[in-house]
């Protein structure tokens, strides 16, 4: 867990395993996926391509799945993927994947909406 590029990679590998199949979602959810995932950009929140990696895995992990966007909410992940957007406001790729990320985790989660505007998303976004 320590190791930036490491965590980059399984951040990477959870994303590709996780777009168009509901059942990966699922396994990942089920696993610890997202709290890992969290742990990793709270860990290494100098790193961006890891911020990057992180927020593109919670948004695939979050898409059609209420579950894992209640893990996140209750993870960290919207205070992290804020974290990273104001960490790294210059890195416009990472700005995307918060934002797709940011729109998943709060699609029908009146709890993540809350908590994203608690964490300062809405000046983030703008």
């Known amino acids: 867990r320590e ?3 490491l965590q980059r990679a399984a951040c990477t590998t959870l994303h590709h395993t ?4 509901a059942k990966n979602r ?3 959810g089920n696993a610890g996926a997202i709290d890992a995932v969290v742990a990793a950009m709270q860990g290494h929140r100098e790193h961006a391509e890891l911020q990057r990696a992180a927020c593109t895995t919670l948004h695939h992990t979050t898409i059609d ?3 894992n966007r209640v893990k996140a909410g209750n993870a960290g992940a ?12 210059e890195h416009a790729e990472l700005q ?6 940011l729109s998943h985790t709060t699609t029908d989660n009146a709890t993540n ?3 994203a505007g608690k964490a300062g998303a809405i000046d983030a976004v703008v």
């Not at 995307?96 to 990320?101: D, P, Q, R, S």
């Open 26 to 28: 699922v396994k990942a």
């Open 96 to 101: 995307v994947a918060a934002c797709w990320t």
């Open 78 to 89: 919207i205070d992290a993927v804020v974290a990273a957007m104001q960490g790294h406001s």
């Open 3 to 5: 190791h930036a590029e």
């Open 113 to 115: 909406r809350a908590k």
């Open 65 to 67: 799945n209420a579950k």
């Open 18 to 21: 996780t777009i168009d199949n």
